[in-house]
C-alpha cells in the first residue's frame, strides 16, 4: 500500500498502514522542528537546549533537589551534575545544602538565571502562540487527547 506523501523507493514497514506512517511522519517532523526552535533559542541565550529546561523548571519549582530536578527533566541524576555545573559557572544556578538535611543539594535560580528563565518563557510562550494560534480551542483539545493517547501507548511499551 502506498501513502501519496510517502516517498517514493521507501516501502512501508511491514504491518504498517499508510495513514499511520504519514501521522507519524507529520508527528517527528513537528518534533524535529520543535528541536531546531529550542536550539535557535538557546543559542540566542548563550546556552544549551536541556538548559531551558532547567531554567523553567527551577523557576517553577524553586529549591528543588537535584534528584527532583532530574526527574522533572526525565534525565538521570549523572547527566544533571554536569549541566548543573555549567549553568553554576555560568552565574546562572546556586546550588546549596539543605538546612535540615546536609546530604541534600538544593538548586536555586540567581538573579541573572531569573532574568534567563523569564526570557526563555517570553520566548516559549511566542513560540506556543505561533505554533497552536491557528487551532480551535476544539482542535485543541482533540491535539491533546491524542498525544495523550499515543503517549500512553508508548510508556505502556516501555514498561513491558
Not at 538557546?42 to 523548571?57: I, K
Not at 523557576?59 to 532530574?70: D, F, N, R
Not at 522533572?72 to 548543573?84: D, E, H
Not at 541573572?112 to 510562550?125: Q, V, W
Request: hydrophobic share 35%; glycine share 8%.
Amino acid at each position: 500500500m502506498s501513502c501519496s506523501h510517502h516517498p517514493p523507493g521507501h516501502p512501508l514497514p511491514e504491518g504498517v498502514d499508510a495513514e499511520s506512517a504519514e501521522a507519524f511522519r507529520a508527528f517527528k517532523r513537528v518534533m524535529q522542528l520543535n528541536r531546531q526552535f529550542v536550539s535557535r533559542l538557546a543559542a540566542e541565550q548563550g546556552g544549551h537546549p536541556a538548559q531551558t529546561g532547567c531554567l523553567m523548571a527551577i523557576m517553577g519549582h524553586e529549591g528543588l533537589t537535584q534528584s527532583q530536578l532530574a526527574e522533572k527533566q526525565r534525565i538521570t541524576p549523572a547527566t544533571l551534575t554536569p549541566m548543573l555545573q555549567r549553568m553554576e559557572k555560568a552565574g546562572l544556578v546556586e546550588r546549596y545544602a539543605d538546612a535540615d538535611d546536609q546530604r541534600v543539594t538544593r538548586v536555586r535560580l540567581t538573579k541573572p538565571g531569573m532574568k534567563a528563565a523569564h526570557d526563555h518563557a517570553h520566548a516559549h510562550a511566542e513560540y506556543l502562540n505561533a505554533a497552536m494560534g491557528s487551532l480551535t480551542p476544539g482542535d485543541r483539545r482533540e491535539f491533546t487527547r491524542l498525544l495523550t493517547l499515543i503517549g500512553d501507548n508508548v510508556e505502556k511499551e516501555l514498561s513491558r
